[in-house]
């Protein structure tokens, strides 16, 4: 145990220090300054009274202001709290009258709930004992004679009948617009024949060009007969004409037509693959390794030469032109003509040798 007279001197003793001395009153300072020290815990209460006693306020009394001030200081913090208090008691009391309202409302609720299930609890019992009198009374016989079970296994087969009879009548429809036999052979014939007429007029095509340049009737045909036309399918149906006989030659993904199995190939060498005079430019050289690019590949786009042109064209290209081989395009398109080493072929492909009679001047009207 402490002295509580002890502890208020120790404490207005550390309170009476100013300057640089001065301090704040606190359980710790004021034990050390105890003669029979005691513990924090018996320090701590005594320390308590003196602060409500002497109306301590520590933090404004280190600030050294005036007394007057510090006076005024700690009444209206007093005051302040003392409002604070105030206004968050009202608010709970706000809210704590709500919740007894809204608990009210919820006894009504539940107090009407209660109601409607004794209502229907007696609705149900009146109607089980009229089911279970009608029973007795035996009112649920037809007059044929027939049990409720018997009427019911009477109308699911009726149903059961009903959904059978749409399903043979669907089943029927779709039998009269099944495609009528030979109308695919005869559809796959058609195609055959449009491919062979632009293979004959475009030179050899992949199987992606082809069905792109196919007409949209015989695509819409494909459609109606079952048959849906696309590159693999495509390519698939003309890999089977591509076999020994067949009218159609696989070369490096393209089809060519063929005659009697054979592919179509040249026999000698064009005039216009033999170069009598050296190129005039290296520019000129690099068109001559275009031109026969072309001549084993088949028409081709600018895009698609470039990558199987030699390294030497390749550099030879970058010395004569300062962009090498961009725009290579439309440097091809300027060299086009009746005399130079390839021709358009209107669909943004060029072909070997030199474009034919007559041509330029439909390209020109078209």
């Given amino acids: 145990m402490v002295d509580r007279a002890e502890v208020f001197r120790v404490a207005d003793k550390l309170r009476a220090l100013r300057g640089d001395k001065k301090v704040r009153v606190s359980v710790r ?27 301590y306020q520590p933090v404004i009394e280190l600030m050294e202001l005036p007394d007057a001030l510090q006076r005024r200081l700690g009444d209206f913090g007093k ?7 105030a206004h968050e008691s009202r ?31 007696a609705r149900v019992a009146a109607l089980t004992a009229e089911v279970e009198r009608l029973r007795r009374d035996g009112a649920t016989e037809t007059a044929a004679g027939r049990t409720p079970e018997e009427m019911a296994e009477e109308e699911r087969r009726r149903g059961v009948w009903e959904r059978g009879a749409s399903l043979r009548a669907l089943m029927a429809r779709k039998m009269d617009e099944k495609v009528v036999p030979g109308a ?98 290296d520019g000129d050289a690099v068109m001559r390794d275009v031109r026969d690019v072309l001549a084993r590949h088949g028409p081709m786009r600018p895009s698609e030469i470039v990558p199987l042109l030699p390294a030497g064209t390749t550099a030879l290209a970058r010395r004569f032109w300062s962009d090498g081989l961009d725009r290579f395009a439309k440097k091809m398109s300027e060299r086009v ?17 030199p474009e034919p009679e007559g041509e330029q001047a439909k390209r020109v009207r078209r």
Wanted: no cysteine; proline share 6%; aromatic share 8%.
């Fill in 91 to 121: 608010i709970r009391d706000g809210e704590r009258r709500n919740f007894e309202v809204e608990r009210e409302a919820y006894g009504y609720m539940l107090d009407e709930a209660g109601m409607t299930v004794d209502v229907l609890e």
């Fill in 184 to 281: 695919q052979e005869a559809f796959w014939q058609d195609v055959e024949r449009e491919v062979l007429a632009l293979l004959r007029k475009r030179g050899p095509m992949p199987a992606g060009d082809l069905l792109t340049n196919l007409s949209g009737n015989l695509l819409n045909r494909g459609a109606d007969v079952e048959m849906p036309l696309s590159v693999g399918w495509l390519r698939f149906r003309l890999r089977a004409l591509a076999v020994e006989g067949g009218s159609l030659v696989e070369k490096g993904g393209r089809f060519v037509p063929a005659e009697k199995g054979i592919e179509v190939m040249p026999e000698a060498i064009a005039p216009w693959m033999v170069d009598e005079e050296p190129p005039t430019t």
């Fill in 337 to 353: 003509g009746p005399k130079t080493y390839f021709h358009p072929l209107g669909d943004g492909r060029y072909a070997a040798g």
């Fill in 29 to 55: 300072r004021v034990r050390d300054a105890l003669e029979r020290k005691g513990s924090f815990s018996d320090v701590g209460p005594e320390l308590l009274r003196w602060k409500a006693a002497r109306n």
């Fill in 79 to 85: 005051a302040l709290l003392d409002e604070v208090q």
